[in-house]
């Protein structure tokens, strides 16, 4: 791979001079050295020709790396898989496993995150609870305050009642 790129670099280079030395010429023939209206055409077509097989070549050997590095990898992949075949590591079991293991722990953190939203739902419940146990408290007192004077009345009138009866007194 690095010889390749390493090739491919160098031709790049000689391509990128060559063209240099083609504008330099056509800078220095348009300059009016006698240089004719065709020559000077020739010398731009044979540019814009030498622009274009470096602009090809480039794309093909971008085409080339990625191709080769695709081709690395799987050469890594096998490596990886017979290595741990002589290890005595069957990969796609592992693969496998590693797959139920996130699917478990995908499980857990949903489960985690109801209960933990149950948790929530349940303390503001109890807080409310709480809230409410002090008026309910408050009110019951209220309510025996109540029903004492209520009694109170009672009694008092119903000795008034029988201090005016007739025959009473």
Not at 54 to 62: D, F, N, S, V
Request: glycine share 8%; proline share 1%.
């Amino acid at each position: 791979l690095k010889n390749a790129e390493a090739r491919m670099f160098k031709e790049n280079q000689t391509l990128h001079a060559e063209v240099r030395t083609l504008q330099d010429q056509l800078a220095h023939r348009s300059t009016g050295e006698g240089a004719s209206e065709r020559e000077i055409s020739y010398w731009r077509q044979r540019l814009d020709q030498q622009r274009e097989e470096a602009e090809t070549r480039e794309g093909a050997a971008r085409m080339r790396e990625l191709e080769l590095k695709e081709e690395l990898e799987k050469v890594r992949k096998e490596k990886r898989d017979l290595e741990a075949r002589l290890g005595g590591v069957d990969m796609g079991a592992v693969q496998e496993d590693h797959a139920t293991v996130k699917r478990i722990e995908g499980r857990h953190n949903d489960e985690a995150r109801k209960m933990q939203d149950e948790i929530s739902m349940l303390k503001e419940r109890l807080q409310w609870y709480a809230e409410n146990q002090e008026i309910v408290t408050k009110n019951g007192a209220r309510v025996l305050e109540l029903e004492t004077m209520v009694a109170d009345l009672q009694k008092g009138k119903l000795g008034k009642v029988g201090k005016s009866a007739p025959g009473g007194a």
